[in-house]
T-cell receptor
Framework: EAGVVQSPRYKIIEKKQPVAFWCNPI?????LYWYLQNLGQGPELLIR????????DSQLPKDRFSAERLKGVDSTLKIQPAELGDSAVYLC????????????FGPGTRLTVL | GENVEQHPSTLSVQEGDSAVIKCTYS??????FPWYKQELGKGPQLIID?????GEKKDQRIAVTLNKTAKHFSLHITETQPEDSAVYFC?????????????FGTGTLLAVQP
């Protein structure tokens, strides 16, 4: 069974440029999460989707970050414009619906903003 | 909101020894506590979890204990092996309907010396 797929794996951009990350969850997982992981820290939830609906986006900086999950499968996270402080790893995870279901993480996208 | 503290931040043990990582949480209503292992360049992977109605759970060389009164839980790895070297994260899930939101600790870098 294929795991969570993310692309690109690495991205280097200059500040003020836009950037987008893509995630393909495990087949059949209707819950999708985007996390931010700063160096030496644990993942922090940015947004959670149940199918195509964003049910928790309280931690998403909406002035520059946006996300979408069209058709309730793949998802894209965008930053525009990027700032130096956005340099981090962006993790995507998916799970079956339900409180105790395991979250499966992708390998992440490492973003460097110069 | 929920806050999770994790100690130690780094841990070095000799192969064959035991390793213990401890976490405390602030929200007494939290009811689910997973542990994740993250290897370099990969996303976190669930290794064991425990629900609030259980005091201890074991899976081969790893075990987790939960003390709800003191609001802390611990990961125990026995007979450590070099392949156990990784960053370990604890997490807690605040109680709140069907949400599967996890609050992660800051991680413990475990180094198993052969």
């Amino acid at each position: 069974e294929a795991g969570v797929v993310q692309s690109p794996r690495y991205k280097i951009i200059e500040k003020k440029q836009p950037v987008a990350f893509w995630c393909n969850p495990i087949s059949g997982h209707n819950t999708l999460y985007w996390y931010l992981q700063n160096l030496g820290q644990g993942p922090e939830l940015l947004i959670r989707y149940e199918n195509e609906e964003a049910v928790d986006d309280s931690q998403l900086p909406k002035d520059r970050f946006s996300a979408e999950r069209l058709k309730g499968v793949d998802s894209t996270l965008k930053i525009q414009p990027a700032e130096l402080g956005d340099s981090a790893v962006y993790l995507c995870a998916s799970s079956l619906e339900g409180s105790y279901n395991e979250q499966f993480f992708g390998p992440g996208t490492r973003l460097t903003v110069l | 909101g929920e806050n999770v503290e994790q100690h130690p931040s780094t841990l070095s043990v000799q192969e064959g020894d035991s390793a213990v990582i401890k976490c405390t949480y602030s929200d007494s209503a939290s009811n689910y506590f997973p542990w994740y292992k993250q290897e370099l360049g990969k996303g976190p992977q669930l290794i064991i979890d425990i629900r609030s109605n259980v005091g201890e759970k074991k899976d081969q060389r790893i075990a987790v204990t939960l003390n709800k009164t003191a609001k802390h839980f611990s990961l125990h790895i026995t007979e450590t092996q070099p392949e156990d070297s990784a960053v370990y994260f604890c997490a807690a899930r605040p109680y709140g309907g069907a949400t599967n939101k996890l609050i992660f600790g800051t991680g413990t870098l475990l180094a198993v010396q052969p």
